[in-house]
């Protein structure tokens, strides 16, 4: 992983690293592996990481064919135009 230091901006560097550390999973890896984890712990997790994605499939998909409603979206802010000034 390579980020590059413009104009010594070694804040603006740390802050671009961070969010590819974060976007790889590197952090959640990390973090998993500070202790051991059991066989069957680690299974009841995969397991259980595996009904929540087919929950949330599941849900955009009835969002889709209409079946729930979409979520709200963000209102633009109050009194001000949109667009250009």
């Known amino acids: 992983m390579q980020v590059l230091v413009r104009d010594n901006n070694i804040d603006q560097a740390l802050r671009v ?17 500070r202790a051991y984890e059991k066989p069957s712990e680690k299974r ?6 595996a009904v929540r994605r ?11 064919e209409g079946l729930l409603p979409k979520p709200a979206g963000k209102a633009p ?9």
């Open 44 to 49: 009841v997790r995969l397991r259980a990481e």
């Open 17 to 33: 690293l961070k969010k590819k550390m974060q976007r790889e999973g590197l952090f959640r890896e990390m973090k998993a592996r």
């Open 77 to 85: 802010p109050a009194g001000r135009p949109q667009g250009r000034a």
């Open 54 to 64: 087919a929950h949330k499939l599941a849900k955009k998909r009835a969002q889709r």
